[in-house]
């Protein structure tokens, strides 16, 4: 059997899908009151995208605690009480629901690896938490006591007031008999989950799905369309999650190599770039073409220093394509971030990568 509190790899996709059905069992009517929902949502555009779901259950419950990387206090709905993270503490990476009540609980608590799942759709939707799910109203009073001691010097008085009488309500009732049967059901309901949006993800775009019309720069080196949506350019997104390597490449066309078979054509080089360029890859990247000889490349979850070996690399490529004797003479330079930021900051790229060809230099770093 299977360890009902054992922790998973589990997508956003499939997150958002098990908090949806946490907030729905808040917001279900039932005489078991009073209830304290806490919510940890790491960036405030995720939670934005809630808000009315939260206004609901603020109405409802005793106390609706919302925490998130934010500098300054958000303009939140009435009866829903902010908790302000730093960026740098263990539950700005926390993705977390608790449901609690004297006679239900629910709980998702899940936290973010910084990792990507290849093939994703979004770069959102693609990103990797480890987490576990339960329908136990003792585990949801575990969860809330947590929470209430690492946030407590950051809850308002009346939250912390309304959190306490829920808790001690909750102590003086035994939990409600059943709770594994409805634990069953969930692990199937989100198992389920996870391999209908795996299935979606390795099969592509849905049969009937609109498609939009091509854009200069959204179509990948591999013919697939939608880079710019992919990396976040519209839908919900948030600045310092998940790390992306962002490089701006330059090919330089040479003039002296000697003629090979092939023959020695602009398009024939052009072709040889390009499969070089993809031949570095890894199956989650993606890259694109933008100009005539510039290509964008996006590297999810790829670290700063692997970044930089990733670059000189595909500098060393072409260079011993070149020492080969091959009908392809080309040089590559190289512009590269690791970055947080969305969108993604392309503009500062190219620029840099302007200085690098104006002073030879084969790869240059911004800072992300």
Do not use: C
Not at 163 to 179: F, I, K, M, S, Y
Not at 234 to 248: E, K, N, Q, R
Not at 257 to 263: D, N
Not at 272 to 288: S, Y
């Amino acid at each position: 059997m299977p360890d009902p509190t054992a922790v998973q790899r589990l997508t956003k996709r499939t997150l958002v899908t098990v908090s949806h059905a946490l907030e729905q069992a808040a917001l279900a009517a039932a005489d078991d009151g009073p209830m304290v929902v806490f919510a940890l949502f790491q960036r405030l555009p995720y939670f934005e995208r809630e808000r009315r779901v939260y206004e609901r259950i603020a109405g409802r419950a005793a106390a609706t605690v919302v925490g998130m990387v934010a500098e300054h206090a958000p303009d939140l709905p009435v009866g829903v009480h902010p908790v302000l993270l730093d960026e740098k503490e263990d539950l700005a990476r926390e993705w977390s629901v608790v449901v609690l009540t004297p006679r239900f609980g629910a709980v998702l608590v899940a936290r973010d690896l910084e990792e990507f799942q290849a093939g994703a759709t979004t770069l959102e939707s693609g990103r990797v938490f480890e987490g576990r799910y339960l329908l136990r109203r003792d585990e949801a009073l575990h969860e809330v006591l947590r929470l209430r001691t690492q946030l407590l010097d950051r809850l308002t008085p009346a939250a912390l007031s309304a959190v306490n009488v829920v808790v001690d309500r909750v102590r003086d009732l035994p939990a409600t008999p059943g709770e594994s049967r409805a634990d069953a059901m969930m692990r199937l309901f989100t198992v389920r989950a996870e391999h209908d949006h795996t299935r979606l993800r390795d099969g592509g775009q849905r049969p009937g799905a609109a498609t939009r019309p091509a854009v200069a720069g959204d179509t990948d080196l591999t013919g697939r369309p939608g880079v710019r949506r992919w990396a976040g350019a519209d839908g919900v997104t948030a600045s310092g999650v998940l790390p992306v390597a962002v490089l701006a490449v330059r090919i330089t066309f040479g003039s002296g190599a000697s003629e090979g078979p092939l023959g020695r054509t602009a398009v024939r080089q052009q072709q040889a770039a390009v499969e070089m360029l993809v031949a570095r890859l890894r199956p989650a990247d993606r890259a694109t073409k933008v100009g005539e000889n510039d290509f964008l490349l996006l590297l999810p979850a790829l670290a700063h220093e692997d970044a930089v070996s990733f670059a000189y690399r595909l500098v060393a490529d072409f260079t011993a394509a070149e020492d080969r004797g091959s009908f392809m003479a080309a040089t590559v330079t190289v512009a590269l971030t690791v970055t947080r930021r969305r969108p993604l900051p392309e503009a500062g790229l190219w620029k840099a990568l302007q200085w690098a060809i104006a002073e030879n230099t084969p790869v240059v770093t911004v800072d992300g």
